[in-house]
């Protein structure tokens, strides 16, 4: 039985610390390689310009570890780190919990508004308030059960001094109309660098909701931007359809469970799910349509086109970077850390179908040059990615892993 095997069982027996080299340290600085995709496609649509899917693959040349925190989560979906190291995480059923740098995780912090966790909803993602130092507000997504079906909303409260309840906790925003199914909530809410919150919100996945990512009247599969009181922000694009809501940022988004700010330029980033076939990067532009459904790169799940079927129409923008089969990405981040260097600006994905942490490499032309696959031997699905206050990555997944990533 080889070493990588008998490492990989460790950490299953074990469910708590292990490491392992996932390359060696003579490897060449992120040398290129062929496409890390090898399986057939779905499709055989065209790319609408080179390298905007299966680009060129690389390899980290450092040496780095994954290891295992704690195994003992359930069904973990966003994380976030504290000033003091710890992480702050939020689990599907509705319960938030602390995760100690050794593995610690507390009771459920209790005074949050009950979710509907049926199907993909639940309490999703997660983030801090820039002052959390001094004002410890959390902001979080979730699907609510309203009259009339449910909706993505998010919340808002202090996280306790004793940190065994969230203080005042109340609902800023409602994702409306809602809508009576359990799929497509979208879920990630992150700042940007105006302190405004971003919120992603999905179509809800049915036919009878689908068009509604163009609609800007709805708030369905959409990018929304408010500000800490969730109200619209100011400066926020003018769509020009009839009774566009005011809190729109862009619009024509499938199931958007990504989001990061680009820590250079402060642009907003996000990756959707796609159909069979499509899963998308984005570079997200103040007023912008990203085309759902109208242009895809994906088919039905019965192996139906969509629509035209059409991957590109004036007026409707490109994925930065699509892939075909799917990975089912999630949540994500920006490395910017000086641990190792050549992951500096890398953008790194969870992947669910995919079962591996997505890296890639974009130039200074917003273009992605380069993709690696880690933890692909881990046999996780990855829901969400952050960095910690030490540099370090921090991942979560599924089946309830707690992973750190750092180099040897």
Same mark, same amino acid.
């Given at each position: 039985?080889?070493?990588?095997?008998?490492?990989?069982?460790?950490?299953?027996?074990?469910?708590?610390?292990?490491?392992?080299?996932?390359?060696?340290? &003579?490897?060449?600085?992120?040398?290129?390689?062929?496409?890390?995709?090898?399986?057939?496609?779905?499709?055989?649509?065209?790319?609408?310009?080179?390298?905007?899917?299966?680009?060129?693959?690389?390899?980290?040349?450092?040496?780095?570890?994954?290891?295992?925190?704690?195994?003992?989560?359930?069904?973990?979906?966003?994380?976030?780190?504290?000033?003091?190291?710890?992480?702050?995480?939020?689990?599907?059923?509705?319960?938030?919990?602390?995760?100690?740098?050794?593995?610690?995780?507390?009771?459920?912090?209790?005074?949050?508004?009950?979710?509907?966790?049926?199907?993909?909803?639940?309490?999703?993602?997660?983030?801090?308030?820039?002052?959390?130092?001094?004002?410890?507000?959390?902001?979080?997504?979730?699907?609510?059960?309203?009259?009339?079906?449910?909706?993505?909303?998010?919340?808002?409260?202090?996280?306790?001094?004793?940190?065994?309840?969230?203080?005042?906790?109340?609902?800023?925003?409602?994702?409306?109309?809602?809508?009576?199914?359990?799929?497509?909530?979208?879920?990630?809410?992150?700042?940007?660098?105006?302190?405004?919150?971003?919120?992603?919100?999905?179509?809800?996945?049915?036919?009878?909701?689908?068009?509604?990512?163009?609609?800007?009247?709805?708030?369905?599969?959409?990018?929304?931007?408010?500000?800490?009181?969730?109200?619209?922000?100011?400066?926020?694009?003018?769509?020009?359809?009839?009774?566009?809501?005011?809190?729109?940022?862009?619009?024509?988004?499938?199931?958007?469970?990504?989001?990061?700010?680009?820590? &250079?330029?402060?642009?907003?980033?996000?990756?959707?799910?796609?159909?069979?076939?499509?899963?998308?990067?984005?570079?997200?532009?103040?007023?912008?349509?990203?085309?759902?459904?109208?242009?895809?790169?994906?088919?039905?799940?019965?192996?139906?086109?969509?629509?035209?079927?059409?991957?590109?129409?004036?007026?409707?923008?490109?994925?930065?970077?699509?892939?075909?089969?799917?990975?089912?990405?999630?949540?994500?981040?920006?490395?910017?850390?000086?641990?190792?260097?050549?992951?500096?600006?890398?953008?790194?994905?969870?992947?669910?179908?995919?079962?591996?942490?997505?890296?890639?490499?974009?130039?200074?032309?917003?273009?992605?040059?380069?993709?690696?696959?880690?933890?692909?031997?881990?046999?996780?699905?990855?829901?969400?990615?952050?960095?910690?206050?030490?540099?370090?990555?921090?991942?979560?997944?599924?089946?309830?892993?707690?992973?750190?990533?750092?180099?040897?």
């Amino acid at each position: 039985m080889n070493q990588r095997l008998l490492t990989t069982l460790g950490c299953v027996l074990a469910l708590s610390s292990c490491s392992r080299d996932e390359d060696a340290a &003579t490897t060449p600085s992120s040398a290129t390689t062929t496409p890390v995709e090898t399986s057939a496609s779905n499709t055989s649509y065209a790319p609408a310009f080179a390298g905007q899917t299966r680009t060129s693959g690389v390899v980290t040349g450092a040496s780095y570890r994954a290891t295992v925190v704690t195994s003992a989560l359930t069904s973990p979906w966003g994380v976030v780190g504290l000033p003091d190291g710890r992480l702050l995480v939020t689990e599907k059923a509705g319960t938030m919990r602390l995760v100690t740098a050794a593995g610690a995780v507390s009771a459920p912090i209790t005074g949050l508004p009950a979710v509907n966790p049926a199907g993909q909803g639940g309490l999703l993602g997660l983030c801090l308030d820039p002052e959390f130092a001094s004002n410890r507000l959390v902001y979080w997504s979730f699907s609510e059960a309203r009259p009339g079906g449910n909706l993505t909303a998010i919340g808002k409260g202090r996280l306790a001094t004793d940190e065994r309840t969230v203080e005042g906790a109340s609902v800023i925003y409602r994702a409306e109309p809602a809508y009576a199914g359990a799929l497509h909530y979208g879920g990630r809410v992150v700042f940007d660098r105006a302190g405004n919150l971003l919120v992603s919100t999905g179509e809800r996945s049915d036919l009878a909701t689908r068009p509604q990512a163009q609609v800007a009247s709805s708030a369905l599969g959409k990018i929304i931007r408010i500000t800490r009181d969730g109200q619209p922000a100011a400066g926020n694009p003018t769509f020009a359809q009839a009774g566009a809501r005011p809190e729109l940022y862009s619009i024509g988004h499938r199931n958007p469970q990504g989001l990061a700010v680009h820590p &250079t330029t402060g642009e907003l980033w996000q990756s959707e799910h796609g159909p069979r076939g499509g899963d998308e990067l984005n570079r997200i532009r103040a007023g912008a349509n990203y085309g759902w459904p109208t242009i895809t790169y994906g088919i039905e799940y019965s192996g139906q086109p969509i629509g035209g079927p059409l991957q590109q129409s004036a007026g409707l923008e490109q994925p930065a970077y699509y892939w075909d089969p799917v990975v089912s990405p999630s949540g994500m981040t920006f490395y910017t850390g000086n641990r190792i260097a050549e992951w500096q600006n890398n953008l790194f994905i969870g992947t669910l179908s995919g079962q591996h942490i997505v890296r890639l490499v974009l130039n200074t032309n917003n273009q992605v040059v380069g993709e690696e696959r880690l933890l692909a031997s881990e046999g996780q699905r990855f829901r969400d990615v952050t960095q910690g206050t030490d540099g370090a990555l921090y991942a979560i997944t599924d089946q309830g892993r707690l992973y750190r990533i750092d180099r040897q």
